[in-house]
């Protein structure tokens, strides 16, 4: 079976976006796995595929599934990705467009420059909504201790599972040995995504991504979401805050508690395609 795909990227954040067909996705983790494989497939941090809409004034539903085959709830950029697909597809009408998806609805707004916002709803600091054992610590702030000492750091659900650590310099920050620890430490039942963050002022951040099920990828935006959520709910941040990564620049704003937070930034396209399906065993 053969797939045509956009291949597009939300500041670095690379992603491919395809149609299912009508008669069901048959695309299995071990494809997945293949197909994200940079030196084998097409290479991808996430898969968004795009489903006919399944209520009423929404222009499509989308899934997502991470690299390493595992479908997830929520990309922010991903999300811009496919609103940027569908202006140029001529969906959008009047700059705004309504997504949903695994993590519910989605509603989009396009400048005149290109600059896609997206509302992200509003943040959850629960620990069951990131599926954390606080082991009775009353939070916000929670700590985990390692062999190597104890780590701290605040947690946020912005439809997916974030935990969000203060560093004093990004480029220096232990991003793939850390991330690859706590995205599977068995407090965090169904894993996280492990955010660096440095707040250099009121308004400014810069911030590395440990994605789970990815690794650390140019740019998270959910997870540019989330540090910024619990820096502004700790009284860090103002409601507007530029947040750099690897891969561009973000920009997030949220009043607080009881408002949802959006989310802005590119999206481009970098080439189309077309893959025939590969027979991947499943592993043993």
Not at 42 to 52: K, N, S
Not at 63 to 79: H, K, L, P, Y
Not at 104 to 117: H, L, Q, R, V, Y
Request: charged share 25%; glycine share 12%; hydrophobic share 40%.
């Amino acid at each position: 079976m053969q797939f045509e795909f956009t291949k597009m990227h939300g500041a670095g954040n690379d992603v491919i976006v395809l149609d299912a067909p009508a008669s069901g996705l048959p695309i299995t983790a071990a494809q997945w796995r293949w197909l994200g494989d940079r030196h084998r497939g097409i290479g991808f941090d996430q898969a968004m595929v795009l489903e006919p809409p399944r209520r009423e004034g929404f222009a499509a539903y989308y899934r997502i599934f991470n690299a390493d085959g595992s479908e997830v709830e929520q990309c922010g950029n991903g999300v811009r990705c496919v609103v940027e697909l569908l202006r140029r597809r001529g969906v959008v009408r009047n700059g705004r467009l309504r997504l949903d998806s695994p993590a519910g609805p989605i509603e989009a707004e396009i400048d005149a420059s290109g600059t896609i916002a997206v509302d992200m709803g509003e943040p959850d600091f629960s620990p069951a909504a990131v599926a954390f054992d606080t082991q009775g610590q009353p939070g916000p702030r929670y700590h985990i201790d390692l062999p190597n000492g104890r780590v701290e750091f605040a947690i946020a659900s912005m439809g997916n599972p974030h935990a969000v650590l203060d560093v004093p310099d990004v480029a220096t920050a232990p991003v793939a040995g850390l991330g690859a620890v706590l995205e599977r430490h068995p407090r965090f039942r169904n894993r996280v995504n492990v955010g660096f963050r440095r707040i250099i002022d009121r308004a400014r951040m810069d911030l590395r991504v440990f994605e789970r099920g990815v690794g650390e990828t140019l740019a998270c935006g959910t997870g540019t979401c989330a540090s910024v959520a619990t820096g502004i709910l700790a009284g860090l941040l103002d409601e507007q805050v530029s947040v750099r990564l690897p891969g561009g620049t973000l920009s997030v704003r949220w009043k607080g508690p009881g408002h949802h937070l959006w989310l802005a930034g590119p999206a481009e396209v970098s080439f189309t395609g077309r893959f025939e399906l590969p027979e991947v065993k499943q592993p043993r």
